[in-house]
Every structure is written in structure tokens, then in C-alpha cells.
């Protein structure tokens, strides 16, 4: 357990249906990153905040996607209208910022399946 | 936009050394060498990272080439538990990491 948690665990949705994800970093970290993993490739990144401020999208975010991170803790990743193509896990990362030895903490992870 | 090129799997045997390999050769200055490892089902897990030197911690080492263009993760005893997807993959100084397609380790008993 790396103190990152994301709900739920697992999500079957109909396409078209929206779904909503949640991220619970490690408190005292600073930034957080969401990541999109299909089956047999590495996570690919998406989006990250630094504190509520996002900061950075990946071109794999498409305008159905949103993420948030209201108060600088949680985030929040909504998929508008799903598509099969959207069945992925989608993993949340937290990382305090500043120093040399920083590295990411991923959570366990949302299986999205699109029927 | 991976940077890191990494064989698609491995095999061990039980208790042997494991060396995985990973090249870089586009690696920056200011890139640090990172190494995760995925269970099935589970999110990424650190192993260890290093800019130039050598590294050792309780569950690796890192060897890292003089250039930087490659370096190999050694697993002194490789167990069971060890069976996974090991990444290899450079963080910039944004703290960007950019993931492969790892390498699949297979522990054999």
C-alpha cells in the first residue's frame, strides 16, 4: 500500500454512460499525475495538477475528459459520453516536489470497462 | 514518446541473479533513471532510481553505464514474488516520467 487510494476499483459502464473516478494522494504531496494503461502497454500520461492548478494535458485527453483537484487533495478524472475505446485502467500518482530523491506513488489503479 | 528501450521479457530461474537491461540513449543531464515494477492488477511500484552513481537499496541495484546511454537493474535473488513488468523510464526535471512497454520477468521455480 503506497497511501495513494482510488475508488472505485473497478467500474462497468454502458457507452454513452458518464463515469467519474477519484483520487486520494498522499496528503503532504504537492502534485498529482493521472495515467492511462491499456492492456500490454505502459501507462501513458494524461494530465497533472500541481496543487488545484493543472497544469499540463496530454493530446490523449480529449474534450470528453476532465479532471479536477478542488482544494489542492483529491482529484477527480469525469469521462463525458464513454467509448469502448475508453476500457483502460486509469492510475493516479502523487509526488512531493522539490528535492532530489522525489518519485511518483501510483494507486491500485480504476478498471474501466466501456460495454 | 518513450525514451527507454527494453527487451519484452525474461526468464529466471529461482534464487539466480536477474539482470534487466534498459537503454537510454537519448537520456538529458537532468534525467533521472528510474525503475518500477507492475504486479497484474496492481498500479507501478517503485523499485529505485539514480542520476549517475550506482545505487543499492533493499529491494535492487542500479548499474548505470559511464555515458548514461543504458543501465541494468539487478535483482540479487530473484523470488517468485518478483515475477512482473519491470519499466524503465526517465524522469525529466518536470518530473515527467515516460513509460515503455517494460520488460515481462518470468520467475521460474
Known amino acids: 500500500d503506497t497511501g495513494v487510494s482510488q475508488n472505485p476499483r473497478h467500474k462497468i459502464t454502458k457507452r454513452g454512460q458518464n463515469v467519474t473516478f477519484r483520487c486520494d494522494p498522499i496528503?503532504?504531496?504537492?502534485?498529482l499525475y493521472w495515467y492511462r494503461q491499456t492492456l500490454g502497454q505502459g501507462p501513458e500520461f494524461l494530465t497533472y495538477?500541481?496543487?488545484?492548478?493543472?497544469?499540463?494535458k496530454s493530446r490523449l485527453l480529449s474534450d470528453r475528459f476532465s479532471a479536477e483537484r478542488p482544494k489542492g487533495s483529491f482529484s477527480t478524472l469525469e469521462i463525458q459520453r464513454t467509448e469502448q475505446g475508453d476500457s483502460a485502467m486509469y492510475l493516479c500518482?502523487?509526488?512531493?516536489?522539490?528535492?532530489?530523491?522525489?518519485?511518483?506513488?501510483f494507486g491500485p489503479g480504476t478498471r474501466l470497462l466501456v460495454l | 514518446d518513450a525514451k527507454t528501450t527494453q527487451p519484452n521479457s525474461m526468464e529466471s530461474n529461482e534464487e539466480e541473479p536477474v539482470h534487466l537491461p534498459c537503454n537510454h540513449s537519448?537520456?538529458?543531464?537532468?534525467?533521472?533513471i528510474h525503475w518500477y515494477r507492475q504486479l497484474p492488477s496492481q498500479g507501478p511500484e517503485y523499485v529505485i532510481h539514480?542520476?549517475?552513481s550506482n545505487v543499492n537499496n533493499r529491494m535492487a541495484s542500479l548499474a548505470i553505464a559511464e555515458d548514461r546511454k543504458s543501465s541494468t537493474l539487478i535483482l540479487h535473488r530473484a523470488t517468485l514474488r518478483d515475477a512482473a513488468v519491470y519499466y524503465c523510464?526517465?524522469?525529466?526535471?518536470?518530473?515527467?516520467?515516460?513509460f515503455g512497454t517494460g520488460t515481462s520477468l518470468t520467475v521460474i521455480p
Open positions: 539514480g542520476l549517475t
Open positions: 500518482a502523487s509526488i512531493t516536489t522539490g528535492g532530489a530523491w522525489e518519485t511518483q506513488y
Open positions: 523510464i526517465l524522469r525529466d526535471p518536470d518530473n515527467q516520467f515516460y
Open positions: 496528503s503532504e504531496h504537492n502534485r
Open positions: 495538477f500541481q496543487n488545484e492548478a493543472q497544469l499540463e
Open positions: 537519448t537520456i538529458s543531464g537532468t534525467d533521472y
